[in-house]
């Protein structure tokens, strides 16, 4: 699919995923407040032509599709400067979560998901969740042994969850549930913390759940 894609952070998440999305047949605009860092040079050079990494504002505004790929700390800073002209209706997919792992992994928002604070920041545009359930090391085509995992989607808008549906399945995603509105984030963020928690408790990093069928 010929498509341009923002992503509004380039950590791990950010250049797996944009690197993931290039391979897919997609153009690709990772951000950073420095987007002129030296430590950026290897991933462009991977990408080629197919991507570059630029200011926030600047892959907001190059991406008809938008992934938030920011660490919690930073993410409603990041959001709240970009000029909402820039995501106004577009779909903006959330890929992040809010944990204490302190004394334990358990999430930091309680009554509320990451989710639907990026969409009252962006009232005009189209929020959508999924991905936050898998580190960074599965998100793109996931291979296990013991058959095909499980990826959720969540938001208000249908054409929107469309879009993320393609995308997912051009990531590698064989399986996706649409849970419902976005205040069903929640569910996933919590299905995160399961998932975190599961994989300490069996030493099995890098693991998925998966819905297993009669």
Known sequence: MSMNIGILGAGNVGK?????LVTAGY????SSREPHDPKHFTWKQEVGKSGDIASFNEAALFGEIIIVALPWSC????VEAIDPVYLQ???????SNAVHF??????????RSVAEIIQQLLPESH???TLNTVSDKIMIYPKFREGSPIMFISGNNTSSKNQVNSLLKDLGWPLIVDL????QSRLQESIMLACVISENQLQS??????LLRH
Do not use: M
């Open 16 to 20: 797996i995923l944009g690197k993931g």
């Open 27 to 30: 153009q690709v605009l990772i």
């Open 75 to 78: 993410l409603k800073e990041v």
């Open 89 to 95: 209706n577009k779909t903006v997919i959330d890929v």
């Open 102 to 111: 302190d004394n334990g992994p358990r999430l930091q928002l309680v009554d």
């Open 127 to 129: 929020v959508v969740k």
């Open 180 to 183: 419902g509105d976005i205040r």
């Open 205 to 210: 990093p890098g693991s998925a759940f998966a």
